[in-house]
């Protein structure tokens, strides 16, 4: 079964910086395009981030939200995607998904869990 | 960036009835290989979300035939018939048409 396990959310201060990270199993990861997606307390879905495949060199792409200050990677040998999070502000306080692309269904086919993102003084 | 606008924002529901929730686009979701890249979520209380359908009506591995999805170019529906306790939650759709991808911004399914 398809698995994405998120960790390392926590409390930070505006401006800090803090890297998340997905596991994945139970799929081909490295053909799968990998996305993050954020929901801050009480609201709605805000997709943030995306990264592509190899083939695809890897692109990435943002949210004008975010852009300049996170960075999606990932780590085909270790079935693994990242998202280093700088100058981190307090509307960034959210629960951060990991979804992963389905190999015929596309877009945010599977989700994990979630990893808890608070900024604030 | 293309603003999804779903109604109602909550609606309650008795076990057995049948619901529908509207999504309406700013623009029209058909790409330009002919698809069009609406799909549908469900995200239950404390839970993350699910996808439930993928394109406008394929229903995702699992998903029960209770549920369909219909619509085009940029008026869609979800149908839920019979509904059960385990479907109520917030449910989204999202468009992966343009880019930004975005969502709408939920219906609120409960029990009346």
Redesign the interface.
């Known amino acids: 079964a398809v698995q994405l396990v998120e960790s390392g959310g926590g409390l930070v201060q505006p401006k800090e910086s803090l890297k998340i990270s997905c596991a994945a199993s139970g799929f081909t990861f490295s053909n799968a395009a990998m996305y993050w ?1 954020r929901q801050a307390p009480g609201k ?4 943030v981030a995306r990264i592509r495949t190899k083939p695809n060199n890897y692109a990435t ?1 943002y ?2 939200s975010v852009k300049g200050r996170f960075t999606i990677s990932r780590d085909d040998s270790k079935s693994m995607v990242y998202l280093q999070m700088d100058n981190l502000k307090t509307e960034d306080t959210a629960m951060y ?1 990991c979804t992963a692309e ?1 190999r015929v ?5 599977y ?4 990893t808890l993102v608070t900024v604030s003084s | 960036d293309v603003v999804m606008t779903q109604t109602p924002p909550s609606l309650s529901v008795a076990i057995g009835q049948s619901v529908s929730i509207s999504c309406k686009s700013s623009q029209s979701l058909v790409y330009s290989d002919g698809k069009t890249y609406l799909h549908w979520l469900l995200q239950s209380s404390g839970r993350s979300p699910k996808r439930l359908i993928y394109q406008v009506s394929n229903l995702d591995s699992g998903v029960p035939d209770r549920f369909s999805g219909t619509g085009s170019q940029k008026d869609f529906t979800l149908k839920i018939s019979r509904v059960e306790a385990k479907d109520l939650g917030v449910y989204y759709c999202a468009q992966t048409t343009h880019f930004p991808p975005t969502f709408g911004g939920g219906t609120k399914l409960e029990l009346k």
Do not use: P
């Open positions: 997606v709605g879905l805000e997709w792409y949210a004008d998904y389905g269904t596309g877009w945010f086919a989700w994990g869990q979630g």
